[in-house]
């Protein structure tokens, strides 16, 4: 007996997103069209000039607690409460 799996894609929002995501979130990446990469998530890894950048696990650092204010990402609150701001880089340098 062989299981298959079925996977639908997600209907993308056409109104304007929000800017703040309160709830704690990762990235993870799903394209099954592409098993090397499908339900993995993206993890940060510190660079040069104090900036993050976004690589697929198992690369980089694990962040599951990733909050969004105001447009500023944030990795939740740390040991001393204060929540430290990441500068995400996507896609190279900006």
């Given at each position: 007996?062989?299981?298959?799996?079925?996977?639908?894609?997600?209907t993308?929002?056409?109104?304007?997103?929000s800017?703040t995501?309160?709830?704690?979130?990762?990235?993870l990446?799903?394209?099954?069209a592409?098993?090397?990469?499908?339900?993995?998530?993206?993890?940060?890894?510190?660079?040069?000039?104090?900036?993050?950048?976004?690589?697929?696990?198992?690369?980089?650092?694990?962040?599951?607690?990733?909050?969004?204010?105001?447009g500023?990402?944030?990795?939740?609150a740390q040991?001393?409460?204060?929540?430290?701001?990441?500068?995400?880089?996507?896609g190279?340098?900006?």
């Open positions: 007996m062989v299981g298959v799996a079925l996977t639908t894609a997600c993308l929002p056409t109104d304007t997103l800017n995501i309160t709830d704690q979130f990762a990235v990446i799903q394209n099954p592409y098993p090397v990469i499908h339900n993995k998530y993206m993890n940060l890894e510190p660079a040069g000039g104090g900036d993050q950048h976004l690589f697929l696990a198992p690369a980089g650092l694990s962040y599951t607690q990733l909050v969004l204010s105001s500023v990402l944030t990795t939740g040991t001393t409460n204060v929540p430290t701001i990441v500068h995400a880089v996507i190279g340098e900006v």
